[in-house]
């Protein structure tokens, strides 16, 4: 190879390509399965957060300030409510990574932003019930006056309309990501599939039954185990 054909190679390689007598750095792929991981990790922490029901403040306040106030309430709500959303934040983020190159990418996209979104937006409703809750728990049972009147101030149209948003971005979200998942390719048109009617089904137990929502979380995360066994090897 001439000079001048050694400079032309130079200039025109690829920019992310190794050079001669280098070896290519596999990291960030490597990195974006594993945060696709997740997203089944997410869904069973999901589940486990909501396999019991606090009581209905309106009915029955002293019951209702007995739960708020115990440790697996406290526990269940900084790590399992508000870790899990964060850590599916980062796996759906990786999956937008891997679907953005794939079939039905358009809804990949918007459904993921979706979601994220509706992970930011549901975060103030979830520090109030952590942060909030336990106090007000307290001062019941404290015998201070008047806290029935504070925590329905904090549980007022505000914040019922916070907590719709979400619960709207987030059943949007799920459904069209899972409608992206179904479009990438047909080996994910089960998982994807069900992905999105276990979202559904979440927000439908969250009225109906305890039961159904934490099984539909549980089946979120089989769907999402099985997208994050698959997605990484049909793009490689």
């Given at each position: 190879m001439s000079t001048r054909d050694s400079v032309d190679h130079r200039i025109t390689r690829h920019p992310g390509a190794p050079a001669q007598g280098e070896t290519a750095v596999d990291t960030p792929p490597r990195l974006l399965r594993a945060t696709v991981w997740l997203l089944p990790l997410y869904g069973v922490m999901l589940?486990?957060?909501?396999?019991?029901?606090q009581p209905d403040?309106?009915?029955?306040?002293?019951?209702?300030?007995?739960?708020?106030?115990?440790?697996?309430f406290l526990a269940s709500?900084?790590?399992?409510?508000?870790?899990?959303?964060?850590?599916?934040?980062i796996g759906v983020a990786g999956l937008m990574a891997f679907l953005v190159r794939m079939r039905g990418r358009n809804a990949s996209l918007l459904g993921g932003a979706f979601t994220l979104a509706a992970n930011v937006t549901s975060a103030s409703v979830f520090g109030a019930a952590t942060f909030a809750q336990p106090a007000i728990g307290r001062a019941y049972l404290g015998g201070v006056?008047?806290?029935?009147?504070?925590?329905?101030?904090?549980?007022?149209?505000?914040?019922?309309?916070?907590?719709?948003?979400?619960?709207?971005?987030?059943?949007?979200?799920?459904?069209?990501?899972?409608?992206?998942?179904?479009?990438?390719?047909?080996?994910?048109?089960?998982?994807?599939?069900?992905?999105?009617?276990?979202?559904?089904?979440f927000l439908a137990g969250g009225v109906l039954s305890t039961p159904i929502q934490a099984g539909s979380a549980f089946l979120m995360a089989l769907a999402t185990a099985a997208?994050?066994?698959k997605v990484p090897r049909l793009d490689s």
């Open positions: 589940g486990l957060s909501t396999l019991t029901q403040f309106r009915e029955d306040f002293p019951a209702y300030a007995r739960y708020i106030t115990t440790d697996s709500h900084l790590y399992l409510t508000i870790g899990g959303a964060a850590l599916g934040s006056e008047e806290v029935e009147s504070i925590n329905a101030d904090v549980y007022g149209s505000t914040l019922d309309a916070v907590a719709g948003t979400g619960i709207l971005l987030f059943l949007l979200g799920g459904i069209l990501l899972g409608v992206g998942v179904m479009r990438s390719h047909r080996t994910l048109r089960g998982p994807g599939l069900l992905y999105a009617a276990a979202f559904a089904g997208v994050a066994y």
